[in-house]
């Protein structure tokens, strides 16, 4: 009979970011991440070390054997209103399922926090075009950024929104 190794029983799961998350993550980014923090004018690694640096919220998501495969996080814009991020490896669809289970309350804890989550993602990206739109965003616009169409999306927490 094999011996079941210790890490069979871990999960993905995600935690606080560190600074080596952003030099382990940066290199191995997805083509369609890199393609578009490029096309935003950025470097991979200056779009990860600039989220990092500047979220009030950033983590990052590991596989069972305890790798960074994705962070995300969210820059605050005011006191309700953030500008919220993600960025991932190729190995971010092997842990699909865990992911998926997890996006949507994580999402909800972002929206409590900033009741106005917003951002622009590139309209090539496909796969992230369908899980903001699963996470509950709204595409409220498109712009152009060196010419290729953007989506500006927003998610609203009316509920967390005072108005003293």
Not at 127 to 150: A, M, P, S, Y
Request: net charge positive; charged share 25%.
């Amino acid at each position: 009979m094999p011996l079941v190794e210790f890490r069979d029983y871990l999960k993905p799961y995600h935690r606080k970011s560190t600074l080596e998350d952003v030099v382990s993550l940066y290199p191995i980014l997805r083509d369609a991440d890199k393609r578009e923090v490029k096309t935003l004018g950025v470097t991979p690694e200056r779009a990860l070390v600039y989220a990092y640096t500047h979220s009030s919220v950033c983590r990052t998501i590991c596989n069972r054997i305890d790798n960074p495969v994705a962070m995300f996080g969210v820059v605050p814009i005011s006191k309700i209103s953030g500008s919220v991020w993600l960025l991932g490896s190729n190995e971010l669809p092997k842990i699909k399922t865990a992911f998926l289970r997890h996006s949507k309350q994580e999402v909800i804890k972002l929206n409590n926090t900033y009741p106005h989550l917003f951002n622009i993602i590139d309209s090539r990206n496909h796969l992230h075009v369908r899980w903001i739109k699963w996470c509950g965003f709204k595409i409220i616009g498109e712009t152009k950024v060196n010419n290729i169409k953007f989506y500006e999306f927003c998610r609203v927490n009316t509920n967390g929104i005072s108005t003293n």
